[in-house]
């Protein structure tokens, strides 16, 4: 059955690199694009960026000079990495899945449970 | 960027009563726009795709509407399983945008 598990540090130094990883499975990342949305605690939600079907990536533009999203369609991973982490950028991260065309009924259907982020020295 | 203006921020209603959650989109998002459902802890369910269509699984007591820039959540009698934080999601443009919440209590 399709899945999709976030994983990753649970405590990240203030100026230091994130790196989270997105493990699917039930699709292939070749038909789907895995985007990545946060949410600081106790606040909203916030689309990060896109890996797409086909490869090509894009960035919320508040976030885009210190994010990087890329993939290992061979594991089934989608790789996310910022940089620069600063206290607010604590909170829980998540990826879901969007079809690679146009059908509506296959954008943001399945989540990974999230992974929670803490920036802390 | 598109602005989706989310009203209530906060509700609290009665077992069996009708509940109402709305968006406003600063432009025009035509039909584009999700509803989730997201309970304490729990990663975000979607309740609602492209406007007024139910996703799967989801009670018929939950229905989505449209009327301009104007999109409505609607649960027509609340039930206790009920109480969650909604969020609607605009993806007609990037950067995607999401309204600010609405948390839903039981009186």
């Known amino acids: 059955q399709v899945q999709l598990t976030e994983s990753g540090p649970g405590l990240v130094h203030p100026s230091e690199t994130l790196s989270l990883t997105c493990t699917v499975s039930g699709f292939s990342l070749t038909g789907y694009s895995v985007y990545w949305v946060r949410q600081p605690s106790g606040k909203g939600l916030e689309w990060m960026g896109r890996m797409r079907y086909n490869g090509d990536t894009s960035y919320n533009s508040a976030l885009k000079s210190r994010l990087s999203i890329s993939r290992d369609t061979s594991k089934n991973q989608v790789f996310l990495k910022m940089n620069s982490l600063q206290t607010d950028d604590t909170g829980t991260y998540y990826c879901?899945?969007?079809?690679?065309?146009?059908?509506?009924?296959?954008?943001?259907?399945?989540w990974g449970q999230g992974v929670m982020v803490t920036v802390s020295s | 960027d598109i602005q989706m203006t989310q009203s209530p921020s906060s509700m609290s209603a009665s077992l069996g009563d009708r509940v109402t959650i709305t968006c406003q989109a600063s432009?025009?998002?035509?039909?584009?726009l999700i509803w989730f459902q997201q309970k304490p802890g729990k990663s975000p369910r979607r309740m609602i795709y492209?406007?007024?269509n139910l996703a799967n699984g989801v009670p018929s007591r939950f229905s989505g509407s449209r009327s301009g820039s104007d999109y409505s959540l609607t649960i027509i009698s609340l039930e206790s399983e009920d109480m969650a934080d909604y969020h609607c999601?605009?993806?007609?443009?990037?950067?995607?945008?999401f309204g600010s919440g609405t948390k839903l209590e039981i009186k």
């Open positions: 879901t899945r969007v079809i690679g065309y146009n059908w509506a009924e296959y954008y943001f259907d399945y």
């Open positions: 432009q025009d998002i035509g039909n584009n």
């Open positions: 492209y406007a007024t």
């Open positions: 999601l605009q993806y007609k443009q990037y950067p995607l945008t």
